[in-house]
């Protein structure tokens, strides 16, 4: 027996090493901004085109458990079709800062501008994942004449969860975030695919390079938090105020609910059916596109790369 727990904690260990090893796919460069009397760092990679240029620029914005590091594969493949990348980590994520606020998607949306204004770019195509799709929409209601195209994959907050899951205090939520482990981790994302892989174990070490961070209880809390903005700031009723080219790309595997664990499971099937939300919010958004990827989970950048690259080339090809 002692053996074993011996094997087990010498494994988590590893995981752990692993996690820290992470590394962005691209170097790393900071701007200074500024919110509620405190000043902070914002991370991003700023990636030019590997071929001649098509003058574009796309910004990408990341998922609630992810930071622009999982964009590894789209960031080449739009830089070898010609465009500008820009990947920040939004401020509570990845190696930007963690500090204490009230996080809002206005706010991450300025955040996202400053940013652009620094690098001089006055026209983007917005790619946006999972928590990503909320500040996307955010960001494309509040800067549509700076918006050229939007593309929302699997993006959540296609409904609004505070009218089906029950209310959990900050505090309950940091108490959550702070039992974290490795294991609770890995067993979140694999929910995510229909069939896990040993190739997508690296976004579990990523997520997972906070449990060895000395500032662990900082970043639980920040992840606390904006779980409370992801339930409170719904973005489902504002979709019809949309004006951008809009495509949708939507793995029909995906079950994703927001507070999952604690929705009575008598409800928990009348939601988070990705079909019927892709086409309920493509039936929302004047004129927009939707692409259907069968027995594709949550995140099609990782699982189905092919044709997610294929679906995201054509429509910008537009």
């Excluded at 739009?78 to 204490?100: F, H, M, N, T």
Aim: charged share 15%.
């Amino acid at each position: 027996m002692k053996t074993s727990f011996f094997l087990l904690l010498i494994g988590f260990n590893i995981c752990l090493a692993k996690a820290q090893a992470v590394t962005y796919p691209h170097p790393v460069k900071y701007i200074t901004v500024h919110q509620e009397q405190k000043t902070m760092r914002m991370a991003y990679m700023d990636v030019a085109p590997a071929r001649p240029s098509t003058g574009k620029s796309v910004i990408l914005f990341h998922g609630k458990n992810f930071n622009g590091a999982y964009w590894r594969d789209v960031i080449a493949f739009l830089s070898k079709a010609g465009y500008r990348v820009i990947v920040p980590d939004q401020v509570g994520w990845g190696k930007s800062g963690y500090p204490d606020l009230h996080y809002s998607f206005h706010a991450l949306a300025a955040n996202s501008k400053q940013l652009l204004d620094t690098l001089k770019i006055n026209n983007v195509t917005v790619i946006a994942h999972s928590m990503g799709g909320m500040l996307a929409t955010r960001f494309t209601l509040l800067y549509p004449n700076l918006v050229t195209q939007l593309i929302l994959e699997n993006p959540i907050g296609l409904e609004d969860y505070r009218t089906f899951v029950p209310y959990s205090p900050i505090d309950s939520l940091y108490t959550s975030e702070l039992s974290a482990t490795y294991a609770s981790y890995k067993k979140y994302q694999q929910s995510y695919y229909p069939e896990w892989k040993p190739d997508y174990e690296e976004w579990v070490q990523a997520q997972a390079a906070a449990l060895k961070d000395p500032r662990f209880k900082q970043i639980a809390w920040v992840n606390a938090l904006t779980y409370d903005m992801i339930y409170e700031q719904p973005v489902c009723y504002e979709f019809k105020n949309i004006t951008v080219p809009t495509l949708l790309v939507i793995g029909q595997a995906d079950r994703t609910i927001v507070g999952k664990a604690r929705v009575p499971k008598t409800l928990v099937d009348q939601h988070g059916q990705y079909p019927a939300l892709g086409k309920q919010t493509q039936q929302q958004i004047p004129g927009s596109q939707l692409v259907e990827l069968p027995g594709v989970g949550h995140i099609p950048h990782v699982q189905s790369l092919d044709a997610y690259r294929k679906a995201v080339l054509s429509f910008l090809a537009n």
